[in-house]
């Protein structure tokens, strides 16, 4: 453990155990619930499929009639949608997908496997008993829970709530995330670009982020290196977000105003962090919004807000599971020179479905987290030599 450094499960423990779930939970159509957080687990009211149905285009038969012969009449036709009658000695019903089983019915023959001449059908194949039927309440059972409360809704989730008839589904309200971002030589992309300044691209990379985790946000823009705007931002920002999230300003240099200015509108922990790229944090509560503070640095924004940021705020949705989960993958490259600081290296898979580590790990160039697949959480100090299993975080595991 670095002295003086806090680890970065330490700073994440702190940082979950003050993460309050949003208390307000509304009804909304199930057709525009995909991507929101379910605030209450889902029971089904009825069986799927509600009735005995066949899987397949063919013909329903008794399989008692086939011990005497091939030959059936076709007394009846029933389609999806419609409803057979009872199924007389000796008869067979065509019958499509999805269309109920007469009532003694208990097989299906696939079309392909019998003949028909008239009204009358050979079946060339014998059947074994249910075949292609699938059986009511098979898939789901009247009572059974579909889906459990605090997981987000993925499009099949929002068709199995559907498939039951649910036309609302309780969710958490979405999160008002505010950002700002503070320095004097940021510009936006579309004006020139005086000497000394750059663009400000943690702007776009965390906006993203937070779209990605379904916040509704509040972008404050551009906040000049000074007291009292920084002041100024969080009060606004405070006033309408449940959290804020800050980039640049979180050192203790000379244009560092995120820490007198959270300490003076609210309270505030600053932490060195055991990681790289990363190290500085802040976190505190200004008002009744939590705030995170992130460094400037564009690898050292990205990165902590992955890995900080977006449990915090999954678990402020109401998400019960917030951990990253992480891939054993193998490293197709040496890294020979570990940091004693935790690292989250820049890797892509290659075709072999191995690792590979982009050549500068730099924290200052940003290249390498867009040609990058995910990061590579590499433990303090550990050497990775070439075809060793190491834990991988996918961007897409990372991004849910
Ligand atoms: P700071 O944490 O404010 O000391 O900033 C650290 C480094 O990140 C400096 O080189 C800044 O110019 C750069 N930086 C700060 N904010 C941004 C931003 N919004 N976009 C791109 N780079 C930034
Ligand atoms: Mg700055």
């Excluded at 496997?113 to 009358?120: Q, R, V």
């Excluded at 579909?146 to 709530?161: C, E, H, K, V, Y």
């Excluded at 890995?307 to 917030?322: H, M, T």
């Excluded at 990775?384 to 190491?390: D, K, M, N, S």
């Amino acid at each position: 453990m670095n002295k003086g450094l806090l680890s970065v499960d330490e700073a994440l423990e702190v940082l979950l155990s003050r993460a309050q779930p949003v208390a307000g939970i509304e009804e909304i159509p199930t057709l525009e619930a995909t991507g929101r957080v379910l605030a209450r687990p889902q029971r089904s009211t009825m069986d799927v499929p509600p009735m005995d149905n066949s899987a397949m285009d063919g013909y329903a038969i008794r399989l008692v009639d086939l011990q005497k012969g091939k030959k059936l009449k076709v007394a009846q036709k029933i389609m999806a949608g419609s409803v057979g009658m009872e199924l007389s000695k000796g008869t067979a019903a065509r019958i499509f997908t999805g269309a109920p089983i007469p009532p003694g019915a208990d097989a299906v023959v696939m079309q392909e496997f019998c003949t028909l001449d008239g009204d009358e059908v050979t079946v060339n194949r014998i059947p074994k008993p249910a075949e292609w039927i699938r059986y009511a309440a098979s898939d789901v059972k009247k009572g059974g829970e579909i889906l459990s409360a605090g997981t987000r809704l993925q499009p099949q989730d929002s068709g199995l709530a559907a498939s039951v008839g649910l036309k609302t589904l309780p969710v958490f309200r979405k999160i008002r995330l505010g950002l700002f971002f503070t320095g004097d030589e940021l510009v936006m992309p579309g004006e020139p670009l005086p000497p000394g300044r750059i663009y400000n691209s943690n702007r776009f990379t965390l906006r993203g982020l937070a779209e990605t985790f379904g916040c509704e946000i509040r972008d404050y823009g551009i906040v000049p290196d000074s007291l009292d705007a920084t002041r100024e931002a969080l009060r606004r920002a405070a006033a309408e977000c449940d959290v804020i999230v800050t980039s640049g300003g979180v050192s203790v240099g000379d244009a560092d105003f995120v820490k007198p200015a959270v300490e003076a509108e609210g309270s505030l922990l600053m932490w060195k962090i055991a990681m790289k790229p990363g190290r500085p944090l802040a976190f505190g509560k200004v008002g009744n919004a939590d705030f995170i503070g992130l460094p400037g640095n564009p690898v050292s924004s990205f990165v902590t807000f992955l890995i900080f940021v977006r449990p915090f705020l999954l678990k402020k949705q109401g998400l019960s599971n917030v951990q990253a989960r992480g891939i054993a993958a193998r490293a197709d490259f040496d890294w020979m020179e570990p940091d004693a600081r935790r690292e989250f290296l820049r890797v892509k898979w290659n075709a072999q479905g191995g690792l590979d580590l982009y050549p500068t790990q730099d924290s200052a160039v940003l290249t390498p987290t867009a040609w990058a697949d995910g990061l590579v959480d590499n433990p303090a100090g550990r050497a990775i030599r070439r075809g060793e299993t190491v834990r991988f975080l996918p961007y897409s595991e990372l991004y849910r």
